[in-house]
């Protein structure tokens, strides 16, 4: 009898670890509730503010009589304060993705969204868009949530100095991969493995100049998982890069319900 104590010793202390390890679990679940409650009010809050700052700025720039200098203040003002507004659009958007990001899932045709997202870069973009999509191709998805996506991703490709961006849709058996070909700067090796991190930025002096937060690969990554699909990236400086994006195959809706 005496040589069994052990075993229950150690059993009793398994059980022991097991209940304070769930204590510890619950405890990191609500305080990341917590945090992502705090992050979402506090964009919320911080949103009107600067609203309202960027629309007086707008204003005061509109008058005419302003000298060099008051003039250049009020763009720097007007300039940060988009910034701000940027960041704080991001922030609120990520804080949704807090386990909940909210997808309405249902058969989205590609090539419209893909059109849509040409129309409307080729209007302000000196370069070249085109798309290489199949008429019948549809995923599982959300077509809001595709087209901030790909949109996002195309006004990347823009801001890396590419002339030439192209929308590849690779239909595949069970799955359908969209892929965002740039011939812009690239992007270094050291980087690739990072850039889907929040706030992460390859350049900071010089992608604050361009009015990037960090955030944006960040919540194209938790919508797409929120698809159950996958993102990733292939790039080489000086060549350009390529963001794929895999998501599920979905049947054409049915004529009585398109
Ligand atoms: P931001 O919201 O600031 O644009 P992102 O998360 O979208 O940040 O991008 C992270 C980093 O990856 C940025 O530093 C950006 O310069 C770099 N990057 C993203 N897409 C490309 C691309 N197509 N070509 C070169 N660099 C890119």
Redesign the pocket.
Known sequence: KPEKLPEIEGHNEVASLVKSLNRMLARLESAWETQGRFLADASHELRTPVTAILGHVNYLLRRTQLSDQQREGLEIIKRESERMHKLVG?LLELSKTGGSWKVELGSVHLKTVLDEIEEEYSKSFEGRIEVQAPEEVWVLGDPERLHQVIA??V???I??N?THIRLVVLDLAERVVIR?E?N????SKE?LPH??ERF????KA??RE???????????RSIVEAHGGSVW?E?EPGK??V?SISLKRASAPHPQLA
């Open positions: 991001d996002n991703l006004s990347n490709a801001k890396a590419s965002v740039d812009g700067e690239g992007i980087h850039l889907f992460y930025r390859v350049d010089r992608d361009r009015g990037g937060s960090g955030l944006g690969l960040a919540i194209v990236v790039s350009g890069s963001f």
